[in-house]
């Protein structure tokens, strides 16, 4: 039997595995050392403790556990429940004002997280509550936590395009450089959406009551502002800024970004040791899921590789129309559908560095702009009924009476936005690629 024939059984019985509810890192594991020893006796995994080292040593993916530290921190100590009580207070005469404090907070959250579970769960818990009882619409409600928490896919610091770096040998300052504004601009999309709804039909995003509104004086909404929204936003533009300008590396802004979260929780007066403990230790199983995918994705990328797998792909490839931008689309439209079953961890992992050689052959395409449309057809798919990510996670910790069907028709409209602002994408690279070039990236 050719080799190929092997490669292609080890995807059908790596996704029986996942359907059957086995963990993906141990699936992934599973299915290449099968077919490994299927193909070659075993062999083949001589190479994998040298490749397993020169991964889990690369200087940059230290970022991602002081990333995380920074995100869980700002989570755990309720920082991200006080800015959008302000935030919601300042903007709170104006119908839909709520609403856009959400987005307002999600932008700050997936800046500070850049993991899409722990922001739309932190958000349902402390914004869906609030929502449905200023008597925002619940489908409305839904939808806006669900988009505003999914933003962390593209806002930077993400840990989605950190892992992005890693696998296409790219500048993680590029990449943050190029998600900036296409990832402000479907934040403005949402924006624009929702004071849309608030003018045809603001009984579904009604403002604050005046009485409410009166119960803090405006020189207590401006003091709110400065010590329980401006830090955490303060230490963000820091981190972000740093990389960006060059100034200091990906790893090093995020061992200052770690060290800063402590320091902004300690002035809010909201740290302690319960709650510095939960942060580690939290830290700690997010950092070893990710490392742990990432190990096992080395045994299948061995496997699937040593048996003539990247042929098979070739051959996928070729048969797709229309040139580059046929070959372009074809390969978002197979990583959506991923995204249905796989988290981002898994397909950055395994399925983008097997399409990458092919894309990476057209030399009118950049890889940064490949790279941001990926991590945007990623939030797409977690944001896209039935399979959503995001979808699911909000399920999880949603009030009983919150029926899925109403999450579902929530997130429709966030996703034709998605939609529009991924065709933007396409249709005009420079919304990405323009940041990057004019500081010299």
Known sequence: MPLEYFALMMVIAF?????TGMPVAFAIAAVGFLFGFIGFDGWLFELLPSRIYGTISNYTLLAIPLFVFMGVMLDKTRVAERMLEVIGYVSGALP???ALAVIAVGVLLGAATGIVGAAIVTLTLIALPTLLRRGYKRTVACGTICASGTLGQIIPPSLV???LADTMNLSVGSLFAAALVPGLMLAGLYVLYLLTLAWFYSADVPAIDATERARMSKAQIVKDLFTAVLPPALLVFAVLGSIIAGIAAPTEAAAVGAVGAVVVAAI???LGWTVFREAVLSS???TAMVFFVLIASQVFALAFRGLDGEFLIEAMF????????GTLVFMLLLIFLLGFFLEWIQITYIAVPLFLPFLAGYPEFSLVWI???????LQTSFLTPPFGWSLIFMKGVAPPE????????????????QVIALALLILFPGIALWLPEAIGW
């Open 15 to 19: 996704f029986v595995l996942v359907l």
């Open 96 to 98: 839909g004002g709520m």
């Open 161 to 163: 395009l950190l892992v």
């Open 268 to 270: 809010m007066r909201r």
């Open 284 to 286: 700690v199983r997010i």
């Open 318 to 325: 070729n048969w797709v129309p229309g040139g580059a931008y």
């Open 371 to 377: 790279a941001i449309l990926i991590a945007m057809n």
């Open 402 to 417: 919150i029926r899925t069907a109403e999450i579902y028709r929530g997130a429709i409209p966030f996703v034709i936005i």
